[in-house]
């Protein structure tokens, strides 16, 4: 059964930074694409960040363009989101994502979620 465990979530303060890391159990994710969403309190969730397979190609949702980075390892089948100028608009819950294809509108495996608090 694939598993995504995230974590590095945390506490920050405004214009802080965070890194975010998620594992995968399977090598097969290897060659699928990864990504992040995230669900404020209240709100649907939302697309934040994909890469694929290979690392070369990354999308990002327009709110986080030039502050998150997503980077790849599939040495450790692990994606990390860089997350630089945190605003307290970024406050969620953040969940890892793999998909055969891309993770933009959804995906086949989700984490558990790990929660990340920007204070003002």
């Known amino acids: 059964q694939v598993q995504l465990v995230e974590s590095g979530g945390g506490l920050v303060q405004a214009g802080g930074s965070l890194r975010l890391s998620c594992a995968a159990s399977e090598r097969t994710l290897a060659s699928w694409g990864l990504g992040w969403f995230r669900q404020a309190p209240g709100k649907e969730r939302e697309f934040v960040a994909a890469?694929?397979?290979?690392?070369?190609?990354?999308w990002y949702a327009d709110s986080v363009k030039g502050r998150f980075t997503i980077s790849r390892d599939n040495a450790r089948i692990t994606v990390y989101l860089q997350m630089n100028s945190l605003k307290p608009e970024d406050t969620a819950v953040y969940y890892c994502a793999a998909d055969p294809g891309l993770p933009i509108a959804g995906a086949d495996y989700w984490g558990q979620g790990t929660q990340v608090t920007v204070s003002s």
């Open positions: 890469v694929d397979w290979s690392g070369s190609s990354a």
